[in-house]
């Protein structure tokens, strides 16, 4: 069997298991696309089609979709060797029976006209679904989510805790958290008690999971109550995140819920960027930062997710010696093929198989998490072949066994779902 | 066909697009090589012999030329496995009539007398143009060079602003300012006019570019007209390189010139090393240095050169995500094969591809042109084959087509040849 | 030819050339195992199964070894992904006669009997060493060590500084060097003596290097003696680390031992880990902190291991330009194939053949000597293959001889045994 067969078989079989995608950002009230701008509004093709010299003029709110469809489909000749807009294509492919091996300028408006067609079947929800072949997705939910409306069997939720942690200096988070607990927050006391509520309201629902995005130079530390106080009472909390999560992993510890970290982005730093297009990195940071906590917390699961390849062997030393520390996916500028390759290699080769998660969407729209998963599987398939089936480590099926895990298995497990 | 033949089918292909070369250090007055010296004293391999073992003794300026190259070449078993070995190799294959398939101590005097005879013809440096297939090559021009006396359509002239950046602080570089400018520089309204007044000289010479190397904990920023005055008028320019620094980049928006920026090395970090080979670096540099320059100049081009692997993926990520910063080639310690290969696969799976400038040479002597962009053109064949054709992405000749735009196509349009 | 049989056939050419191992924690007094609880003791076992779940309570002094056996060989289907796992399935298929492909729960008891039979074989030692192709190998011993008891020509000595260094402010150290040498410390000229004591026992004991194990925050300085003095004298040699390191490469250069630096641990970061399975890094360290050192010393050779990868350009950089620098090895956390293939592959591109140490095990016991360098050597052959064979730079024979260089030339010619 040639080399690529190889290649194909595995990663066919691996298509056939039923995903459970521990990570997105899935409105679950409006889970599909309603219109092909709801797939190009992604921030990937607003910020490439803006990155290789799109005006902003058709990214404003009142340009007609279809105007805006014309504009990012038309400069996707700059950016046809990424592997973003290979996720479009197979959409088209996919979903849209395009039958092209490259999508041109015009065929925006035939791509807009069948996306009308075909996200507005009444079961487009149902039928997304089941061409992904996923059972589960996570949900990431802001705190006062009130987690209403939706199957949380499917859609499961998550407790974002970025607001909370970051922006209680705003008189609007604290109002907000005010309204969601019925806990006026004065001091360390009250703050416990009304993240107390949140955790029991998430939970109660199905929660499955707590989750953070954090900065490079981000330090989480423990606080005394009075420190607390002070910063509530007479600083407006301005000086009070690192305590904040630290209270954050003490309800983690008693709800029993993992703590997804996602580590390292600098928000903001191209301040006229495209929407969400606007958050960048420094690469000086380090998993030492985490030493406290991981230390503190050997109940609390901590998946965690770097966002350079160049920390990826950080996260492999932290997982391969803190039974707490487990590594999570491939996200956001790390989520392209070179980087999966080199990463997921790195994983396999030291760290305890029972404890990776391979991979989840971070999809904003049903639709993605199908090329995303495809992408990932076929870069999984190449190294299990490579590292394992060729030099006769492993045979195929023990080789799809394996991949069968970082899909699924360990997700089930970790998040005991 | 078998993996290899595709590869080389597409080097054969890329071979064949004129190149123009967006960064060199070629002395216009004196393109080509003399003698061996010329070629052999480039400081890659007075570099490797002396790393490897060889006294400084060979490399004092009153040892005859035929010496040196006989130390030098005998010290190349030592090195021979390197990248630099290569293509000093293909250079006695291709421009020096060497059959061997190694170059021995005992080749040295056969090699030598080769060079003489080849390099005193009279068009040789036409010959070398001719089978290089070099259609223009960028120079790297200190600010008070005069750009007289050659063909600046094909030596394309480039501001270096190194000197003018950080060693202001010598009375000896404001002597040089003077003397070029005719503009004595006491304020910064003076020290305006006398930048002004060199990019005028240079863009009148048909300057494409501006260009300047940073070390890894340089910051830009921007100094009000006062404490530059003061600096000026009261510390001898000590602390001001980071504000004449944003005032050029100021003067590339105005001319519209790209501004190559060199990112990460330390100089004289061994400070008995060999000339040119006393440089390094401190991988913990971070591109967020430069959120500030890229937010504030979004109408001039940074074609971004880093020094670190490392380093690449925040290259990759700032280019996705900010219109005005592009990556440029594999610089320096970077410029070997594993470096190119891992760096330019990540590139190609998330920059858009009107982005990408695929490679320099950075060469002193023309004859390094072909070997250095062959090992390029070898290594992105290879990249296209894995990452496009193999897969059934791109056809061989759309293959092509992208390989064009990395080598010719992006130049044309970024720097406006 | 297939590829692949081109890889076997480097990897069985290498596997002929007898090794000198030069970095180990043999200890020579009791060089192999005595019971497969010394094998899987190793801490890459405990370390693993701890952080795939395994309780701390099998780790216990007093449980027998083999309920502790069956414990870490109970948890091996959670993390026989692993290289580890693989040099374990080698000893076991190697040395205890295992006949099956993976090894299960219920395979503990057998190989327990299996290595109390074959461990207790009065030429075991012998045995191991032949079957290993091993001429030599390096311990790493603490100052105080007698270094009696043992071939030393077998057993080479290597005195390990790291107590000296970073522990002189425990009064235990000052006692310990106070009776090894019968030089009481009580300023920098003592102190002097007392290190020139250490040196002369080694080097008349065949002692072949000197070593050491850094945390990534260090930075050599040469201290004066006053400074010594008080610090010896009022403070309990608190900040006394980068100094006495200084001292200690002086007496490297008069006695020309090399110093291999082990560059980047951090101790301790996992209180609760396993034994030996603590310590962990922050990625954020240069070898720009050892550039005064580097300067200071051209006559003392440093074999540089760095722990990780990410840093292995900065490495390859250093050992391009400083004839002093070289690179020694794949440590700890990088000692795994993902790691080795590309931190080599960029060594042999860019650093002179002569200057590359390939390997050390890195082992507490003989039997892993094999099992580690055969990983390496596969590696080893893979990449021949890659960059020099099938591109036609090197013939079969001229690879493996490129490799034999890395495996045992070199280390003969470094450390002049």
Redesign the interface.
Known sequence: MSA?NLVRDLAAALAGIPLIDPHSHINPLAPVACSLDDILGYHYYT??A????MSPGPLAKDVAPRERVRAIVGHMD???????Y?WFLDIARGFLGFKGNCIAPSDADGLFDAAERTFSQKDWEKQVREKTNLEKIFLTNEFDDPLEGFDTSVYVPCLRTDTLVFHLDRAETRDRLDKATGIHVVDAGSLRKAIAALFLHFTRKGAKACAISLPPDFEPAHYDDEYIYEQIRFHDCRDIAPGVFWLIAEFCREFKLPFDLMIGV?RR?????VYQ??D?????????QY?RL??AF?EVTFPVSVL????N??L????????NVIPNGHWW??N????IR?DL??R????????LIGYYSDAYKLEFVLPKYDMYR?VLAGVLAD??V??G?LSESEAVA?GTRLLRDNVKDVFKV
């Open positions: 690529d910020e490439l803006h990155s290789a010299g700059r950016y046809d060797n990424t592997a973003q290979a600098n730093v191209y301040v006229n960027g297009g606007q960048l990195f420094d690469q000086r940071t380090s998993l030492i030493r991981f230390n050997p350079t390849s160049a920390q062997q950080e492999v030393a932290y997982s391969w010696i803190f039974p500028y790390s392209v093929p070179p980087y080199k290699t790195e396999l080769a030291a760290v305890p198989k029972t404890k076929r590292e394992y060729r030099p480590v394996l």
